[in-house]
């Protein structure tokens, strides 16, 4: 089976311009996550997809990062203009979980991730 | 409050030793638990999941789940070097969001 598949590996960006992350999951899971992963810290939730609607992305600077999940598949994710704190690495991962349904073993999946530095 | 505290260490332990890492969260709906481990430079990966109160064991892992408490915690018996790593607590809320902790470092020296 094949895992979640992220690209690029690494992005050097400077200050104020944009970039773009892409997030292909594991077939056929319906929940697709978003994190940010600053060294030394925990990763943060920046949205969760499940299908092409959002559960929750209340973490998400929307006046600069955006994320779209096109036919409940693959998904980009967005910054414009990048920031130097916007520099870290940036996971997807991809679950079975339905929210509202009780799932057991509902455990997300994580692509390699990419390391965004901002200069 | 930090919707999962876990203490960032780092946790030294000898070889041979049991680690003990903790975890507590705040949404009491929360349904289900887990431990991933993380190694320097690289992708979270799951160890174990709980979601009933009690222990759980998979070989030299036990995960505990104490939800009157709102507690969970990982034991790592007869700790080996290749155990050092980063450990992240995950939450899966009521509202289904996947939270994690900060992590806990752990460094098993041999």
């Known amino acids: 089976e094949a895992g979640v598949a992220q690209s690029p590996r690494y992005k050097i960006i400077e200050k104020r311009q944009s970039v773009a992350f892409w997030c292909n999951p594991i077939s056929g899971h319906a929940t697709l996550y978003w994190y940010q992963q600053i060294l030394g810290q925990g990763p943060k939730l920046l949205i969760q997809?499940?299908?092409?609607?959002?559960?929750?992305d209340s973490q998400l600077p929307k006046d600069r990062f955006s994320a779209e999940r096109l036919k409940g598949v693959d998904s980009t994710l967005k910054i414009q203009p990048a920031k130097l704190e916007d520099s870290a690495v940036y996971l997807c991962?991809?679950?079975?979980?339905?929210?509202?349904?009780?799932?057991?073993?509902?455990?997300?999946?994580f692509g390699q991730g990419t390391r965004l530095t901002v200069v | 409050q930090k919707e999962v505290e876990q203490n960032s260490g780092p946790l030294s332990v000898p070889e041979g030793a049991i680690a003990s890492l903790n975890c507590t969260y705040s949404d009491r709906g929360s349904q289900s638990f887990f431990w991933y481990r993380q190694y320097s430079g690289k992708s979270p990966e799951l160890i174990m999941f709980?979601?009933?109160?009690g222990d759980k064991e998979d070989g030299r892992f036990t995960a505990q789940l104490n939800k009157a408490s709102q507690y969970v915690s990982l034991l790592i018996r007869d700790s080996q070097p290749s155990d050092s790593a980063t450990y992240l607590c995950?939450?899966?809320?009521?509202?289904?969001?996947?939270?994690f902790g900060q992590g806990t470092t752990l460094q098993v020296k041999p």
């Open positions: 995950a939450v899966d809320s009521n509202t289904g969001k996947l939270i």
């Open positions: 709980i979601y009933s109160n």
């Open positions: 997809f499940q299908n092409n609607g959002v559960v929750d």
């Open positions: 991962a991809s679950s079975l979980r339905v929210p509202g349904l009780l799932e057991k073993n509902t455990e997300a999946f």
